[in-house]
């Protein structure tokens, strides 16, 4: 709804215990004049409506006997009561809500109803109202001030804003564009001063690939020389074992060998039946001699016993012979330190050949024993060989693994490609820097 025909509608105004007036009612409609026998209470009515609308102070205008003084203005689509008073009673009642903490200020919802106020210069006035004992509407104030109000009515003021903010863009962007030109020149003198660079970062880059590939190659180098350091020792050890190759095994001899060993081995199997009967006879310089057969019985009795010293000389005799049996060494033993010694029997059989000594001197036995007893002489027969060969073997075929992966990395060295010019690896075409003569 149009607010300015809202005010044209007549307004139905009450007055109460507002200064001179205790309760007074009228009605304005279009140009109105209060007439009177005095002038008291004429220009209350205005004060009166004046600081209902504007919220004014009411300090020494409350009536007499009254605690706060009430103005109720209402028309077609609109209307307030407003009731203030010097004891804290300040609100206003619109539409049956009640606004009671307004302050000193004008009411928001009060000024949307069309009593709005307008801003001339630094100072604020309302069309609406003419105060009593001043000027008519602007006929006190300057032209400015007029052109401003005019301005502020016929919404002029977006336009002059709109002129004044786009003389201050325009001030800014002046300024924004001198200091880029003063920018733009400094940069020109800089790039200016690194445009000769351009070749010296094309050289860095390649530089700093060269550093990489030569970093690469310098650690397949290093790989390399770690290589042919254990290839060196690798070798240093194989020939200190070289003479081993020439070690002859007599595989020929083997077999005469093993026959040898065996007919040892018939041998002592019978030295040892020997050996238990020797054993046996440890006991005899415990055996009591008798003494001499007195009588023709005893004698025959003893030579019934001699009879069997026969056969005990006959195992004497073949004892002897024992003692010069040379038992053959094992050919090639130097070079089997595993093979069987045989010549550990030699002590033992010096031994036995003592015992026959002794044995074989002349001694008379009553008596044969009934038996020999059974005793076993352990002789231990070492038998294990170690073949060199196979050794040899297992360090030739080291040599040639070692020799193969020398081979590789030799090739690999050579696929380096290299500078024509500096001999040194490169990862790929570089410059070199030419002097004049």
Known sequence: M?????????????????????DATLEVDGFCTIVGRTNIGKSAIMRAISSAILNDPVIGKVRKGSKFCTVDLSSKGWGFRWEKGDGGVNRYTIGGKVYDKIGQKQLDEVVR????SVRIGDQEIQPWWAPQFNPLFLLDKSGPQVTDFISEVSRLTVLQDAIVMAARAKRKATDEAKAK????????DKVSRVSGLDPLLKLQEDLDG?????????????????VQSKMADAASKIKALSDVS??????DKVGDQVSALSSMNAHWRGLEASAHKIISLRDIPK?????PPSTEMESLVAAGRLSYVGPLKLSVAALEKIGAVKVPDPVGAEDYDRILKAS?????????????????APTRIPEAPDGFPETTAGLALAEGTVGAAADV????????????????LDKELESIPSCPTCKRPVAGPHAHAVTGS
């Not at 307004?11 to 205790?22: A, D, L, M, T, W």
């Not at 109803?113 to 709005?116: E, Q, R, S, T």
């Not at 030109?181 to 020109?188: A, C, K, Q, T």
């Not at 030739?396 to 193969?404: F, G, N, T, V």
């Open 2 to 22: 149009d607010e300015t025909r809202l005010k044209r509608s007549p307004v139905k105004i009450r007055i109460q215990n507002y200064q001179s007036i205790e």
């Open 113 to 116: 109803m069309g009593f709005g």
């Open 344 to 360: 550990e029997m030699k002590p033992q059989l010096a031994a036995l050949a003592f015992q026959v000594s002794v044995l074989s």
């Open 181 to 188: 030109s003063d920018e733009s020149v400094s940069l020109r």
């Open 393 to 408: 073997a297992s360090l030739e075929a080291r040599l040639s693994s070692l020799e193969l992966s020398l081979a590789a």
């Open 210 to 226: 060269q550093q990489e590939s030569i970093s690469e190659y310098e650690g397949r180098v290093a790989s390399g020389e770690r």
């Open 287 to 291: 055996i009591h001699v008798p003494d």
């Open 246 to 251: 020439r070690v002859s095994v007599p595989a």
